[in-house]
């Protein structure tokens, strides 16, 4: 597979649609990027955040916010790379949180995050693993250590660890995980 395609491929599946991005007209990235759409500027981009290391799997965009599903390989793993979800500020224009899944020995496909989502309250992320709920970190929880990223590790799993191409929703404090191999699921989250 050419370069050239490979790269248009990835640019269609990592991208968020300008229903769900917030205060901008959409957002994409690549393993080197995450551009913010302005399409008020000739160039069409109005922010350009760099980013290494990590594949993009999936990608939620919500004011200040911008989440990405990813394979990451530069924290300390046992079992080779791990799955995160990566937190980037608009505002400060840089990674600002990593919330991390527990360590895997599941196939690339299995473990790759298939839908990302937070709000000031969660931020989710599921791949064949489950559902994972993190607590949402919150500007004033990282005054201490402004130059410095935090990793977050899940507090709870929803879904068992075999699903099949899942994804979720959520609504009123209830999530519901849906898999093409079972029936789907529910659980009130705390």
């Not at 640019?11 to 957002?27: I, K, P, Q, T, W």
């Not at 990027?33 to 000739?42: A, E, G, K, M």
């Not at 992320?125 to 977050?152: C, K, P, T, Y």
């Amino acid at each position: 597979m050419s370069f050239l395609l490979r790269n248009v491929l990835f640019f269609l599946n990592c991208r968020a649609r300008s229903s769900e991005v917030e205060g901008n007209d959409g957002v994409f990235c690549t393993q080197e990027s995450i551009n913010v759409f302005d399409f008020r500027l000739p160039s069409g981009v109005g922010l350009n955040i760099s980013r290494q290391g990590a594949s993009a799997n999936s990608i939620f965009s919500c004011g200040d916010t911008i989440l990405i599903g990813s394979t990451e390989t530069r924290l300390p793993v046992r079992n080779g790379p791990r799955s995160c979800v990566q937190q980037y500020s608009l505002r400060k224009g840089k990674l600002t949180a990593t919330y991390a899944l527990p360590d895997s020995n599941s196939h690339s496909h299995h473990s790759s995050m298939t839908q990302v989502w937070g709000n000031s309250n969660f931020v989710m992320g599921i791949n064949g693993m489950g559902l994972f709920v993190f607590d949402a970190l919150r500007d004033e929880s990282m005054q201490f250590s402004a130059d410095r990223e935090h990793i977050v590790e899940a507090k709870e799993t929803v879904g068992p660890d075999d699903l099949y191409s899942p994804t979720f929703d959520y609504l009123g404090s209830r999530a519901l995980v849906i898999s093409r191999d079972r029936p789907a699921m529910w659980r009130y989250l705390l």
